[in-house]
């Protein structure tokens, strides 16, 4: 049986400048169907990192002649390009089986599948085993209603089967299938993080979060546990990507990996390794996780942990209790002193769009970002993804004004609020990202600044011309 993963065309988030990541999710698919079973042929895609456009594609599958599609699933504003990816393999090939998956088709599989005729099957939630499953029922000829996990069209009816338990021990999992996208691994890179020339790879640590925020699909989409790999498996894949392919900047994908004992091992294991002097690696967490474990800090910068990301989000606690956050906006300004005291960059998200939100909140939270002074900052207008608390409340009330899931990128505004319209919460993400990007007095500092991540991101962003992009949006 031959296999095809395809990583569609689509457009990349602006607001994180130039930047092309490998397809993580598919690689690990991948890897994991490999170990499984080597009899079949198994070919991954990336059409970002070959640059090919849809013709390109149509000829690339037509030439492979594969069996099954499965198209990467991760983001709801990449719906369309998913679909796209589907109805080309079915006019290339009618009798392929398309497959999709992630958390936006998981979340919506019934609507999908009455939807959108050029997808077959959804694999919902965790997807390794269930793949597994799959492609050993059709080489078998098995109904497909005995495997767990997938939703799929039968007989003018959609079925949907149980839920698939989890795996129990991600340890077991493989490292992501690099090989099959070796001839351009070198492309993969973050020009505002790691530079052009010192490699880009993902790396996974856990799966899940112990918080309960309601615009996050992550904890919904895996059962609400958090399930975390031994400090020595992530280290053994650090290890790996660096040996293996020369990759020094390494990004721990982990929406919250958290700051605690299993920190504090991984980074023992970086600095004996003596990987600590060879790669630089970016996590997120909360705001609160990095005042809880302050003493951490000195060990982590030792290990090569350079740059964090935490969640602010907003001075407001009555926001922050309608997110279900359930931190002090003083951790913020803590945590973010704590990092930069450590000589670890300081990016920083911040959210508008809150039912409550007015031009008077936002512009308070203008004020807060500037006594904050992240390094970085990125600011987002709340989206109501499918799967979340925050999209279920909304579609009850009438609150989303577009479902065009093209525009659910967290720059394009989806819902008013009480006082403001879309496109009054549209301007006010200008204004934020003006207000901090346009001071004269963070530009200059910025591009001359002793910390030399500092400096080339701000020179970095001086020559992309991030407002004009985001103004291009009205």
């Known amino acids: 049986m031959k296999i095809l993963f395809v990583e569609p ?6 607001v994180m400048g130039e930047y092309l990541p490998p397809p993580y999710g598919i690689l690990q698919l991948a890897a994991f169907l490999e170990s499984k079973n080597k009899d079949m042929e198994i070919v991954v895609l990336d059409c970002q990192a070959e640059g090919l456009g849809w013709k390109e594609l149509e000829k690339r599958i037509e030439s492979f002649n594969p069996d099954v599609l499965a ?33 936006h088709f998981t979340f919506l599989a019934q609507e999908s599948l009455e939807k959108y005729p050029e997808i077959d099957l959804i694999v919902r939630g965790e997807g390794e085993q269930t793949l597994v499953d799959l492609i050993h029922a059709l080489t078998e ?34 490292f992501p299938g690099y090989h099959f996208v070796e001839d351009f691994i070198h492309k993969y890179h973050f020009t505002m993080m790691g530079g052009s020339k010192t490699g880009y790879a993902l790396i996974e640590g856990s799966r899940g979060c112990p918080h309960r925020c309601t615009f996050c699909t992550q904890w919904r989409h895996w059962n609400g546990l958090w399930r975390v790999k031994s400090p020595k498996r992530i280290a053994d894949e650090m290890e790996f990507c660096y040996q293996n392919h020369g990759i020094r900047f390494l990004w721990l994908t982990d929406d919250n990996f958290g700051i605690g004992k299993h920190m504090e091992d991984l980074c023992n294991e970086i600095i004996q390794r003596g990987l600590s002097d060879e790669i630089m690696w970016f996590f997120q967490s909360r705001c609160d996780d990095v005042v809880r474990n302050q003493d951490l800090l000195p060990k982590m910068r ?38 930069k005291k450590n000589d670890i960059f300081a990016q920083a998200t911040l959210i508008i769009g809150e039912r409550k939100d007015s031009a008077k909140s936002i512009m308070d939270l203008r004020e807060f970002v500037n006594d904050l002074d992240p390094d970085l900052a990125i600011f987002m207008i709340l989206t109501p993804f499918p799967g979340t608390e925050l999209y279920e409340e909304a579609e009850l009330k009438g609150w989303i004004e577009d479902y065009n899931w093209a525009n659910y990128d967290m720059v394009h505004a989806i819902m008013p609020t009480e ?41 970095y962003l001086a020559s992309q011309g991030i407002m004009r992009q985001l103004r291009s949006i009205f």
């Open 302 to 339: 030792k290990a090569g942990n350079m740059w964090a990301l935490l969640g602010a989000e907003s001075q407001s606690r009555s926001t922050l209790k309608a997110f279900n956050k359930k931190i002090d906006p003083k951790e913020s300004k803590r945590a973010i002193k704590l990092l």
């Open 9 to 14: 065309p689509k457009d990349l988030w602006f």
């Open 141 to 174: 000829k098995a109904h497909l209603s005995q495997i767990n996990g997938i939703s799929f069209k039968h007989d003018g009816k959609i079925l949907h089967t149980p839920q698939r338990p989890l795996i129990k021990n991600l340890d077991d999992l493989p």
């Open 419 to 459: 006082n403001l319209s879309r496109e009054e919460v549209q301007e006010e993400l200008y204004e934020c990202y003006r207000a901090f990007y346009g001071s004269m007095k963070r530009r200059f500092t910025g591009i001359f600044s002793t910390n030399k991540l500092k400096r080339r991101t701000y020179r």
């Open 71 to 103: 198209s990467s699933g991760l983001a709801t504003c990449n719906t369309y390009a998913i679909l796209r990816t589907c109805g080309t393999a079915k006019k290339v090939k009618p009798d392929i089986l398309t497959i999709v998956g992630g958390q």
